[in-house]
């Protein structure tokens, strides 16, 4: 038997709702045949709300019933269980994720092997970097979260401000072995002011608190894996000042 179903939503020449193509996307995504309804106009699209008593648009209607927009229709289906204040860990496991496949791939290039030392370094290196990009989109809000635990932020506020700069100059200098006077220091420096910040919120505050170590608009919550990348960055000090020339 064929499922159909009715979407309405907002498709003016200046200005197509993306969420209304989303929704479009998902419903013939889970077998339904869409009747779509593009409101073509303002006083189309107003109309359409005061008809139904909505406030905005897409709207999807499923077997007569009306589902909602196309956050309304994900959970409809089961794919949003996470509220907006559950934690999870999936930012920074993207993050380290990409940096092994890149410090992988390089190796390969480079080395004809994926299992080099120089992997490892980039490695961490990458995933600094791409840390400390996320932290420099918003520096304001990271700097909130972070001042909250760190204990050398909580006394002086600049080091907030500083502390994705200093990281993303360390990742950029130690992925190219540049300046090992400047990196090893930066990342020793941030990085055991960081494992020690983390081990005394976490493990003796029994604080459950959410990490900026992904910027400040996501929630991850603060413990091993804040703890991890902390030590990370010590060891790669500790390994470049012992192995310079590795």
Not at 234 to 245: D, K, V
Request: with cysteine; charged share 15%.
């Amino acid at each position: 038997m064929t499922k159909t179903a009715k979407l309405y939503r907002m498709a003016m020449d200046k200005h197509v709702c993306p969420y209304g193509i989303k929704s479009k996307w998902l419903l013939e995504r889970e077998g339904y045949t869409v009747e779509d309804h593009p409101l073509a106009t303002r006083e189309a699209t107003d109309a359409f709300k005061e008809q139904h008593g909505v406030k905005t648009t897409p709207q999807s209607f499923i077997e007569g019933k009306r589902i909602g927009g196309y956050t309304d229709l994900r959970k409809h289906f089961g794919h949003d269980k996470e509220t907006a204040s559950d934690t999870s860990y999936t930012p920074v496991l993207a993050v380290f994720a990409v940096g092994a496949a890149l410090a992988i791939a390089l190796s390969i290039f480079v080395y004809g092997s994926p299992l080099t030392i120089r992997a490892a370094e980039w490695f961490v290196a990458f995933s600094m970097a791409m840390l400390a990009m996320l932290k420099l989109q918003d520096v304001e809000q990271f700097s909130t979260m972070f001042v909250g635990y760190d204990l050398l932020g909580k006394r002086w506020v600049p080091y907030a401000y500083a502390y994705p700069f200093l990281e993303a100059t360390a990742a950029v200098l130690m992925a190219g072995r540049i300046l090992p006077w400047l990196s090893i220091p930066i990342a020793l420096f941030i990085g055991t002011i960081g494992a020690v910040s983390v081990f005394y919120a976490v493990y003796v505050q029994k604080r459950s608190i959410k990490c900026a170590c992904v910027g400040g608009s996501a929630n991850v919550p603060l413990g091993f894996v804040s703890l991890t990348e902390n030590l990370a960055m010590i060891g790669m000090a500790i390994w470049m000042l012992l192995r310079p020339m590795v």
